[in-house]
Protein backbone atom coordinates (compact mmCIF):
# COMPACT_ATOMS: atom_id res chain seq x y z
CA UNK A 1 0.00 0.00 0.00
CA UNK A 2 3.02 2.24 0.31
CA UNK A 3 6.60 2.16 -0.87
CA UNK A 4 7.15 -1.61 -0.72
CA UNK A 5 11.22 -2.20 0.72
CA UNK A 6 5.73 -12.57 1.40
CA UNK A 7 2.91 -13.09 1.34
CA UNK A 8 1.32 -15.76 4.02
CA UNK A 9 -1.59 -17.61 4.41
CA UNK A 10 -2.86 -20.95 5.68
CA UNK A 11 -4.34 -23.31 2.73
CA UNK A 12 -7.40 -23.25 5.07
CA UNK A 13 -7.68 -19.40 4.16
CA UNK A 14 -6.61 -19.43 0.81
CA UNK A 15 -9.07 -21.94 -0.40
CA UNK A 16 -11.67 -19.83 1.18
CA UNK A 17 -10.67 -16.58 -0.86
CA UNK A 18 -11.59 -15.88 -4.28
CA UNK A 19 -9.00 -16.43 -7.01
CA UNK A 20 -8.26 -12.55 -8.62
CA UNK A 21 -6.69 -13.94 -12.17
CA UNK A 22 -10.07 -13.03 -13.94
CA UNK A 23 -8.60 -8.45 -12.97
CA UNK A 24 -4.96 -9.24 -14.56
CA UNK A 25 -4.27 -10.93 -17.52
CA UNK A 26 -0.82 -13.07 -17.97
CA UNK A 27 1.69 -10.25 -18.00
CA UNK A 28 2.68 -8.91 -20.31
CA UNK A 29 3.91 -5.45 -22.10
CA UNK A 30 1.57 -3.12 -23.60
CA UNK A 31 4.03 -0.65 -25.98
CA UNK A 32 2.84 2.86 -25.77
CA UNK A 33 4.02 5.82 -27.44
CA UNK A 34 5.60 8.66 -24.78
CA UNK A 35 2.66 11.23 -25.39
CA UNK A 36 -0.87 10.05 -26.29
CA UNK A 37 -3.36 13.19 -26.82
CA UNK A 38 -7.13 13.25 -26.92
CA UNK A 39 -9.40 16.05 -27.25
CA UNK A 40 -12.00 13.94 -25.04
CA UNK A 41 -10.38 13.36 -22.10
CA UNK A 42 -8.60 15.28 -19.63
CA UNK A 43 -4.80 15.12 -19.20
CA UNK A 44 -4.38 12.19 -16.70
CA UNK A 45 -0.90 12.20 -14.60
CA UNK A 46 -0.18 9.12 -12.17
CA UNK A 47 2.63 9.64 -9.64
CA UNK A 48 4.77 6.55 -7.99
CA UNK A 49 6.90 6.93 -5.32
CA UNK A 50 9.34 4.51 -5.65
CA UNK A 51 11.93 3.29 -3.09
CA UNK A 52 13.36 -0.21 -3.78
CA UNK A 53 10.20 -1.56 -5.20
CA UNK A 54 12.09 -3.67 -8.00
CA UNK A 55 10.40 -6.70 -6.94
CA UNK A 56 6.82 -5.12 -7.61
CA UNK A 57 7.43 -2.16 -10.12
CA UNK A 58 6.82 -3.94 -13.27
CA UNK A 59 3.52 -4.95 -12.34
CA UNK A 60 2.08 -2.03 -11.29
CA UNK A 61 3.55 0.04 -14.44
CA UNK A 62 1.89 -2.64 -16.91
CA UNK A 63 -1.07 -1.95 -14.64
CA UNK A 64 -1.17 1.70 -15.67
CA UNK A 65 -0.03 0.72 -19.54
CA UNK A 66 -2.57 -1.86 -19.59
CA UNK A 67 -5.60 1.01 -19.25
CA UNK A 68 -4.59 2.29 -22.71
CA UNK A 69 -5.67 5.68 -21.41
CA UNK A 70 -5.06 7.81 -24.35
CA UNK A 71 -3.44 10.99 -22.88
CA UNK A 72 -1.49 9.65 -20.28
CA UNK A 73 1.85 10.96 -18.19
CA UNK A 74 3.26 8.67 -15.90
CA UNK A 75 6.17 10.21 -13.64
CA UNK A 76 8.35 7.85 -11.05
CA UNK A 77 9.58 9.49 -8.35
CA UNK A 78 12.54 7.42 -6.66
CA UNK A 79 14.39 7.96 -3.91
CA UNK A 80 17.78 6.54 -5.11
CA UNK A 81 17.08 2.98 -5.19
CA UNK A 82 19.89 0.70 -4.68
CA UNK A 83 17.56 -2.85 -6.34
CA UNK A 84 17.53 -2.32 -9.92
CA UNK A 85 15.05 0.00 -9.73
CA UNK A 86 16.29 2.34 -12.33
CA UNK A 87 17.58 -0.48 -14.73
CA UNK A 88 14.27 -1.30 -15.13
CA UNK A 89 12.64 1.97 -15.66
CA UNK A 90 15.05 2.51 -17.98
CA UNK A 91 13.05 -0.07 -20.42
CA UNK A 92 10.47 2.61 -20.12
CA UNK A 93 10.95 5.66 -22.02
CA UNK A 94 7.57 7.04 -21.75
CA UNK A 95 8.08 6.95 -17.83
CA UNK A 96 9.22 10.59 -16.41
CA UNK A 97 11.73 9.14 -13.88
CA UNK A 98 13.05 11.56 -10.96
CA UNK A 99 15.58 10.31 -9.16
CA UNK A 100 16.90 12.15 -6.20
CA UNK A 101 17.03 11.85 -2.21
CA UNK A 102 13.59 12.68 -0.44
CA UNK A 103 12.04 13.10 2.68
CA UNK A 104 9.59 9.99 2.45
CA UNK A 105 7.05 9.26 -0.01
CA UNK A 106 4.79 12.05 1.29
CA UNK A 107 7.65 14.41 -0.17
CA UNK A 108 7.76 12.21 -3.25
CA UNK A 109 3.86 12.81 -4.03
CA UNK A 110 4.33 16.65 -3.73
CA UNK A 111 7.52 16.15 -6.02
CA UNK A 112 5.74 14.34 -8.64
CA UNK A 113 2.43 16.27 -8.64
CA UNK A 114 4.58 20.08 -8.88
CA UNK A 115 6.12 18.35 -12.12
CA UNK A 116 2.98 16.69 -13.22
CA UNK A 117 1.38 17.98 -16.50
CA UNK A 118 -2.32 16.24 -16.23
CA UNK A 119 -5.67 18.05 -14.85
CA UNK A 120 -6.02 15.03 -13.02
CA UNK A 121 -3.93 13.26 -10.99
CA UNK A 122 -3.69 9.40 -8.77
CA UNK A 123 -1.19 8.04 -7.26
CA UNK A 124 -0.45 4.67 -7.36
CA UNK A 125 2.51 2.84 -5.03
CA UNK A 126 5.21 0.73 -6.24
CA UNK A 127 3.69 -2.79 -4.58
CA UNK A 128 0.16 -2.26 -5.73
CA UNK A 129 -2.02 -2.22 -9.18
CA UNK A 130 -4.77 -0.50 -10.84
CA UNK A 131 -8.31 -2.56 -11.90
CA UNK A 132 -8.94 -3.17 -15.45
CA UNK A 133 -10.43 0.21 -16.95
CA UNK A 134 -10.37 2.92 -13.78
CA UNK A 135 -8.43 5.30 -15.50
CA UNK A 136 -10.79 5.15 -18.81
CA UNK A 137 -13.99 5.55 -15.94
CA UNK A 138 -11.94 8.48 -13.83
CA UNK A 139 -11.35 9.94 -17.39
CA UNK A 140 -14.93 10.22 -18.51
CA UNK A 141 -16.28 10.93 -15.24
CA UNK A 142 -14.01 14.02 -15.31
CA UNK A 143 -14.93 15.47 -18.60
CA UNK A 144 -18.51 15.47 -17.94
CA UNK A 145 -18.20 17.78 -15.53
CA UNK A 146 -15.29 20.48 -14.88
CA UNK A 147 -16.37 21.23 -11.53
CA UNK A 148 -15.64 18.03 -10.07
CA UNK A 149 -12.78 17.72 -7.62
CA UNK A 150 -12.59 14.27 -6.09
CA UNK A 151 -14.01 10.81 -7.95
CA UNK A 152 -13.82 7.68 -5.70
CA UNK A 153 -13.98 4.47 -6.42
CA UNK A 154 -13.60 1.14 -4.75
CA UNK A 155 -10.39 -0.06 -2.64
CA UNK A 156 -9.53 -3.88 -3.12
CA UNK A 157 -6.96 -5.86 -1.27
CA UNK A 158 -4.77 -9.08 -1.93
CA UNK A 159 -2.15 -10.77 -1.19
CA UNK A 160 -0.54 -13.60 -3.19
CA UNK A 161 -0.01 -17.69 -2.54
CA UNK A 162 3.16 -19.31 -2.77
CA UNK A 163 2.12 -19.68 -6.75
CA UNK A 164 1.80 -16.34 -7.29
CA UNK A 165 -2.19 -16.95 -7.25
CA UNK A 166 -4.04 -13.34 -6.21
CA UNK A 167 -6.88 -13.94 -3.45
CA UNK A 168 -8.68 -10.94 -2.80
CA UNK A 169 -8.89 -10.36 1.52
CA UNK A 170 -11.30 -7.42 1.94
CA UNK A 171 -13.38 -4.04 -0.35
CA UNK A 172 -14.03 -1.08 0.68
CA UNK A 173 -16.54 0.49 -1.77
CA UNK A 174 -16.55 3.86 0.18
CA UNK A 175 -20.37 4.21 -0.53
CA UNK A 176 -21.05 7.54 1.79
CA UNK A 177 -20.82 11.08 0.94
CA UNK A 178 -19.24 9.72 -2.21
CA UNK A 179 -16.14 9.08 -0.25
CA UNK A 180 -15.32 11.28 1.59
CA UNK A 181 -17.63 10.56 5.14
CA UNK A 182 -15.88 11.93 8.01
CA UNK A 183 -16.20 8.82 10.41
CA UNK A 184 -14.45 6.72 7.68
CA UNK A 185 -12.09 9.10 6.69
CA UNK A 186 -11.10 8.78 10.79
CA UNK A 187 -12.08 5.51 12.12
CA UNK A 188 -12.01 3.86 8.82
CA UNK A 189 -9.41 2.80 6.26
CA UNK A 190 -9.11 5.59 3.52
CA UNK A 191 -8.52 4.41 -0.10
CA UNK A 192 -6.34 6.87 -1.15
CA UNK A 193 -5.30 5.47 -4.50
CA UNK A 194 -8.36 4.81 -5.69
CA UNK A 195 -8.97 8.48 -5.94
CA UNK A 196 -8.47 10.91 -8.62
CA UNK A 197 -7.72 14.55 -8.37
CA UNK A 198 -8.57 17.81 -10.20
CA UNK A 199 -4.90 19.15 -9.76
CA UNK A 200 -6.35 22.78 -8.82
CA UNK A 201 -6.81 20.96 -4.98
CA UNK A 202 -3.46 20.57 -4.73
CA UNK A 203 -3.12 24.47 -4.82
CA UNK A 204 -5.93 25.84 -3.47
CA UNK A 205 -6.85 23.41 -0.67
CA UNK A 206 -4.31 21.07 0.47
CA UNK A 207 -0.70 18.87 0.01
CA UNK A 208 0.26 15.62 1.55
CA UNK A 209 1.73 16.83 5.02
CA UNK A 210 5.27 15.16 5.07
CA UNK A 211 5.37 15.21 9.08
CA UNK A 212 3.01 12.61 8.14
CA UNK A 213 4.90 9.66 7.56
CA UNK A 214 2.74 7.46 7.33
CA UNK A 215 -0.84 9.21 7.67
CA UNK A 216 -0.84 12.27 5.28
CA UNK A 217 -3.19 10.42 3.18
CA UNK A 218 -5.56 10.17 5.77
CA UNK A 219 -4.79 13.79 6.39
CA UNK A 220 -5.17 14.90 2.95
CA UNK A 221 -8.77 13.25 2.84
CA UNK A 222 -9.37 14.99 5.45
CA UNK A 223 -8.64 18.47 5.29
CA UNK A 224 -10.49 17.77 1.23
CA UNK A 225 -13.35 17.16 4.01
CA UNK A 226 -13.39 20.20 5.32
CA UNK A 227 -13.08 22.22 3.06
CA UNK A 228 -16.31 20.95 0.77
CA UNK A 229 -14.72 19.94 -2.28
CA UNK A 230 -16.77 18.26 -4.50
CA UNK A 231 -16.74 14.36 -4.99
CA UNK A 232 -18.37 11.67 -6.77
CA UNK A 233 -17.95 8.07 -6.43
CA UNK A 234 -18.18 5.50 -8.71
CA UNK A 235 -19.33 1.88 -8.45
CA UNK A 236 -16.75 0.21 -9.59
CA UNK A 237 -13.20 -1.50 -8.37
CA UNK A 238 -10.49 1.52 -8.97
CA UNK A 239 -6.99 0.30 -6.61
CA UNK A 240 -5.77 -3.26 -5.65
CA UNK A 241 -3.47 -2.58 -2.41
CA UNK A 242 -1.18 -5.94 -2.00
CA UNK A 243 -1.08 -7.34 1.52
CA UNK A 244 2.60 -8.49 1.66
CA UNK A 245 5.78 -8.52 4.78
CA UNK A 246 7.34 -5.40 3.04
CA UNK A 247 4.24 -2.67 3.34
CA UNK A 248 4.41 -0.41 6.01
CA UNK A 249 0.66 -0.37 6.45
CA UNK A 250 -1.12 -3.52 4.52
CA UNK A 251 1.28 -5.66 6.27
CA UNK A 252 0.43 -9.42 7.71
CA UNK A 253 2.70 -8.56 11.15
CA UNK A 254 1.73 -4.54 11.01
CA UNK A 255 5.58 -3.62 11.99
CA UNK A 256 3.80 0.22 12.17
CA UNK A 257 0.90 0.42 14.22
CA UNK A 258 2.42 1.74 17.31
CA UNK A 259 3.89 4.48 14.95
CA UNK A 260 0.14 4.66 13.12
CA UNK A 261 -1.52 5.20 16.31
CA UNK A 262 0.75 8.17 17.53
CA UNK A 263 0.07 9.91 14.33
CA UNK A 264 -3.58 9.38 13.85
CA UNK A 265 -3.48 10.63 17.99
CA UNK A 266 -1.45 13.41 17.37
CA UNK A 267 -3.32 14.18 13.87
CA UNK A 268 -6.68 13.75 16.01
CA UNK A 269 -6.16 16.56 18.39
CA UNK A 270 -4.31 18.72 16.08
CA UNK A 271 -7.86 18.55 14.13
CA UNK A 272 -9.75 19.03 17.00
CA UNK A 273 -8.01 22.01 17.61
CA UNK A 274 -8.37 23.63 14.27
CA UNK A 275 -12.17 22.63 14.56
CA UNK A 276 -13.20 25.05 17.45
CA UNK A 277 -15.88 26.60 16.12
CA UNK A 278 -17.17 23.64 14.29
CA UNK A 279 -18.98 21.66 16.93
CA UNK A 280 -19.54 18.72 14.96
CA UNK A 281 -16.60 17.80 13.27
CA UNK A 282 -14.93 18.65 16.83
CA UNK A 283 -16.70 16.07 18.77
CA UNK A 284 -15.97 13.73 15.83
CA UNK A 285 -11.90 14.14 15.99
CA UNK A 286 -12.37 14.44 20.05
CA UNK A 287 -13.58 10.81 19.62
CA UNK A 288 -10.98 9.53 17.37
CA UNK A 289 -8.58 11.56 19.99
CA UNK A 290 -10.36 9.25 22.94
CA UNK A 291 -9.88 6.11 21.45
CA UNK A 292 -6.62 6.13 19.63
CA UNK A 293 -5.24 7.90 22.87
CA UNK A 294 -7.01 4.34 24.82
CA UNK A 295 -5.07 1.73 22.49
CA UNK A 296 -1.71 3.38 23.07
CA UNK A 297 -2.23 3.69 26.56
CA UNK A 298 -3.20 -0.43 26.90
CA UNK A 299 -0.20 -0.85 24.48
CA UNK A 300 1.86 1.27 26.82
CA UNK A 301 0.88 -0.48 29.87
CA UNK A 302 0.73 -3.86 28.88
CA UNK A 303 4.89 -3.14 28.22
CA UNK A 304 5.52 -1.63 31.67
CA UNK A 305 5.88 1.34 30.02
CA UNK A 306 4.80 3.85 32.63
CA UNK A 307 6.00 6.99 31.70
CA UNK A 308 4.55 7.13 28.29
CA UNK A 309 1.19 6.13 29.55
CA UNK A 310 1.25 8.44 32.38
CA UNK A 311 2.42 10.95 29.16
CA UNK A 312 -0.88 9.96 27.02
CA UNK A 313 -3.01 10.28 29.98
CA UNK A 314 -1.98 14.10 30.36
CA UNK A 315 -2.50 14.55 27.01
CA UNK A 316 -6.04 12.95 26.74
CA UNK A 317 -7.35 15.04 29.81
CA UNK A 318 -5.76 18.13 28.19
CA UNK A 319 -7.14 17.87 25.21
CA UNK A 320 -10.85 16.44 26.46
CA UNK A 321 -12.47 17.30 29.67
CA UNK A 322 -15.14 15.26 28.94
CA UNK A 323 -12.75 12.53 28.04
CA UNK A 324 -15.62 9.77 28.77
CA UNK A 325 -18.29 10.99 26.82
CA UNK A 326 -15.60 11.32 23.92
CA UNK A 327 -14.78 7.87 24.44
CA UNK A 328 -17.99 6.45 24.45
CA UNK A 329 -19.25 8.32 20.89
CA UNK A 330 -15.35 6.83 19.56
CA UNK A 331 -17.29 3.36 20.25
CA UNK A 332 -20.14 4.28 18.68
CA UNK A 333 -18.72 6.00 15.64
CA UNK A 334 -16.11 3.05 14.92
CA UNK A 335 -19.11 0.16 15.13
CA UNK A 336 -21.26 2.25 12.53
CA UNK A 337 -17.95 2.62 10.02
CA UNK A 338 -17.91 -1.13 10.88
CA UNK A 339 -21.29 -1.11 9.83
CA UNK A 340 -21.55 0.31 6.96
CA UNK A 341 -18.62 -1.52 5.53
CA UNK A 342 -20.72 -4.85 6.17
CA UNK A 343 -23.24 -3.00 4.24
CA UNK A 344 -21.70 -1.85 1.64
CA UNK A 345 -19.73 -5.28 0.81
CA UNK A 346 -23.38 -6.93 1.12
CA UNK A 347 -24.36 -4.72 -2.30
CA UNK A 348 -20.55 -5.59 -3.41
CA UNK A 349 -21.18 -9.19 -3.16
CA UNK A 350 -19.51 -10.12 -0.02
CA UNK A 351 -19.73 -11.85 2.94
CA UNK A 352 -17.59 -10.24 5.43
CA UNK A 353 -16.86 -11.48 8.84
CA UNK A 354 -16.07 -8.38 11.43
CA UNK A 355 -15.45 -11.21 14.49
CA UNK A 356 -12.59 -9.25 16.32
CA UNK A 357 -11.23 -10.14 19.55
CA UNK A 358 -8.70 -7.96 18.99
CA UNK A 359 -10.18 -4.93 18.47
CA UNK A 360 -6.75 -3.03 19.32
CA UNK A 361 -4.80 -4.97 16.79
CA UNK A 362 -7.95 -4.78 14.12
CA UNK A 363 -7.16 -1.12 12.54
CA UNK A 364 -5.01 -1.86 9.90
CA UNK A 365 -5.59 -4.96 8.02
CA UNK A 366 -9.29 -6.67 8.76
CA UNK A 367 -10.18 -9.94 8.89
CA UNK A 368 -10.58 -11.90 5.50
CA UNK A 369 -13.64 -11.90 3.17
CA UNK A 370 -15.36 -15.00 1.94
CA UNK A 371 -16.95 -15.46 -1.23
CA UNK A 372 -16.03 -11.78 -2.72
CA UNK A 373 -16.43 -11.25 -7.26
CA UNK A 374 -12.83 -10.81 -8.47
CA UNK A 375 -11.72 -7.48 -10.82
CA UNK A 376 -8.41 -8.50 -12.14
CA UNK A 377 -9.32 -9.76 -15.66
Not at 244 to 256: E, L, Q, V
Request: hydrophobic fraction near 40%; charged fraction near 25%; glycine fraction near 6%.
Amino acid sequence: MTRSNTARAGSNLLNARPDLSCVLPPATSVRISAVLMSPDQPRLTIVTPSKNGARYLVEAIESVRRQRYPNLEHIVVDACSTDGTLELLARYPDIIVISEPDHGSQDALNKGIARATGDIIGELNVDDLYADGILDAIGKTFAGDESIDVVVGHSLVFEEDISGAKHLLMAHTHARQNGLWLPELTFGIPGICGCFFHRRVFSTVARFRTEYELAADRRLLIALKLAEVKSVRIDQPAILYRHHSGSATINPTKPNLRKLSHEYFRMAAELAQEAANDPTNRRIFLAWHAIEGAKLLLRSLSEWKFDAAAKIVTSLLRQNSWLPVSFVRGLLLREAVRSAIREDERRFGAARHLEDSTPIEHEVAGPPINGTRSYLS
